[in-house]
């Protein structure tokens, strides 16, 4: 079992910078990434950023140059660092814990409660 919490979503304007923690307990030995996930009302689930154990680190393309995942072992914790956020970041982020090779999510995976982010213009 693995338990994920997130923490650091809020309301920001556009611009403006977040910065979201997972905290990670449990047993990871099966995990092979850790990734951040977001759903906006009304659109399906989306992958925003994964990290693969060796430390590769895979964006969508509307993130990258403004996201930066990062992953403290020592703490047992990964961040998203969201800097130049948009109106169309608004959305609930998720972390979880990918047992998958190709870092998508399969069930049976660990997710966490989620936070929000919320950008206005």
């Known amino acids: 079992q693995v338990q994920l919490v997130e923490s650091g979503g809020g309301s920001v304007q556009s611009g403006g910078s977040l910065r979201l923690s997972c905290a990670v307990s449990?047993?990871?030995?099966?995990?092979?990434?850790m990734g951040w996930f977001r759903q906006a009302p009304g659109k399906g689930r989306e992958g925003v950023a994964v990290?693969?154990?060796?430390?590769?680190?895979t964006y969508v393309d509307s993130v990258k140059g403004r996201f930066t995942i990062s992953q403290d072992k020592d703490k047992n914790t990964l961040y998203l660092q969201m800097n130049s956020l948009k109106p169309e970041d608004t959305a609930m982020y998720y972390c979880?814990?990918?047992?998958?090779?190709?870092?998508?999510?399969?069930?049976?995976?660990?997710w966490g409660q989620g936070t929000q982010v919320t950008v206005s213009s």
């Open positions: 449990g047993h990871t030995y099966s995990t092979y990434c």
């Open positions: 979880a814990a990918v047992r998958h090779f190709s870092c998508t999510p399969l069930p049976g995976d660990y």
């Open positions: 990290i693969e154990g060796d430390g590769t680190r």
